[in-house]
């Protein structure tokens, strides 16, 4: 079957780091995406990634590795607004996104 | 430029009652999507549509679910009847096929579902 695994919770300090992993098993691979989620608000791209590497954007950086079905978010200079869920899919060899469950990421002050 | 509009926002229902959700994609894209979130969860897909076409539906519970999207543009998924399990978040979501092969999805604001 195919799977997205990401872990439910974590827990950082504003102004610092914080890095989300994703795992993924998946029947092909055509890209992976990162979505953020306000609580009672919709999902919102955030990141694409097709290659290897890291992808910067801003505060957010991306890095994907196909031969380990790995993925990871970074997120740096940790503010308040940030406290979201945060969904990593990856789109499948019939184009259909698979989703993780999402990551609740919680900031405090 | 106008994103994705859901109607209604909010919904209760008592169980066994039917229910309709619309939706109205971003201008121009051609596939559409519906999905259902359960809180804590990811979205889960119910139905593609790619301009008036179901192209993958497979997911959708076709015993009391369906969907129409008759001239490729906004859509309507209907449950009749409402089941105490269909209490959800209904997410409509569209995407335009582009020369980067991203096609990112934009998503609505969802329709809370509640059936008592």
């Known amino acids: 079957g195919q799977n997205i695994d990401q872990p439910t919770e974590m827990t950082a300090t504003e102004g610092a780091i914080v890095q989300i992993n994703c795992t993924y098993q998946?029947?092909?691979?055509?890209?992976l995406f990162w979505y953020q989620q306000h609580a009672g608000e919709a999902p919102t791209f955030l990141s694409y990634?097709?290659l290897d590497g890291l992808e910067e954007k801003g505060r957010f950086s991306s890095f994907l590795s196909r031969s380990k079905g790995y993925s990871y978010l970074l997120l740096k200079e940790l503010q308040m607004k940030d406290s979201a869920s945060y969904l990593c899919?990856?789109?499948?060899?019939?184009?259909?996104?698979?989703w993780g469950a999402g990551t609740k990421l919680i900031i405090k002050p | 430029e106008a994103g994705v509009v859901q109607s209604p926002r909010y919904k209760i229902i008592e169980k066994k009652q039917p229910v309709a959700f619309w939706c109205n994609p971003i201008?121009?894209?051609?596939?559409l999507y519906w999905y259902l979130q359960n809180l804590g969860q990811g979205p889960e897909l119910l139905i593609r549509?790619?301009?008036?076409?179901?192209?993958?539906d497979s997911q959708l519970p076709k015993d009391r679910f369906s969907a129409e999207r008759l001239k490729g543009v906004d859509s309507t998924l209907k449950i009749q009847p409402a089941e105490l399990g269909d209490s959800a978040v209904y997410l409509c979501?569209?995407?335009?096929?582009?020369?980067?092969?991203?096609?990112?999805?934009?998503f609505g604001p969802g329709t809370r579902l509640t059936v008592l």
């Open positions: 979501a569209s995407s335009l096929v582009d020369r980067t092969g991203r096609n990112e999805q934009f």
């Open positions: 201008s121009g894209h051609n596939t």
């Open positions: 549509y790619e301009n008036e076409e179901a192209v993958d």
């Open positions: 998946t029947s092909g691979f055509n890209g």
């Open positions: 990634n097709v």
């Open positions: 899919a990856v789109r499948d060899s019939n184009y259909q996104l698979i």
